[in-house]
């Protein structure tokens, strides 16, 4: 269960921007290109499609974050991490470690509780809101293990 916190309601805020789930069934990214000629007997008319505009959301500034953390040296793995614990809420954990290791990222549980917590604190340094997330008794050890080793 998840605690409500300032920064886990932008994670899910910046989830639920980027993550594709508020585009579903919109009709667009499904549109033939054959049905466009045909509606307008050729060519759309220019200013159809307008430029992207910056309105640095909540989620914009989240996903900045994590792109940082991303292009660290060793960020890669808790940026995979973040994005799949979020992007992915309604999933187990086993098959979210499975999409991981769909795209590369091979991590345990216990890794994947580690990756995550690490994340967690960059997303909340970047954005200075408070981390004040509690570590579970299984998760000390390692967490312990992970500070120390390398």
Avoid at 85 to 105: M, Q, T
């Amino acid at each position: 269960m998840r605690r409500i916190t300032a920064l886990e309601s932008r994670l899910v805020d910046w989830a639920n921007e980027y993550s594709g789930r508020s585009y579903d069934d919109i009709g667009w990214p499904g549109i033939s290109p054959m049905a466009v000629i045909m509606k307008y007997h050729g060519r759309p008319p220019q200013g159809l499609n307008p430029r992207r505009i910056e309105t640095n959301s909540a989620g914009d500034e989240v996903e900045r974050a994590v792109r940082a953390l991303q292009a660290q040296e060793k960020g890669w793995v808790p940026a995979c991490v973040i994005r799949c614990e979020y992007f992915h809420a309604n999933v187990e954990k086993h098959s979210k470690l499975s999409i991981l290791r769909g795209i590369g990222v091979h991590v345990r549980e216990v890794g994947y509780s580690q990756n995550l917590r690490i994340a967690k604190v960059h997303v909340a340094a970047w954005l200075r809101v408070p981390f004040n997330e509690p570590v579970s008794e299984e998760d000390r050890l390692g967490l312990a293990e992970l500070m120390l080793g390398d």
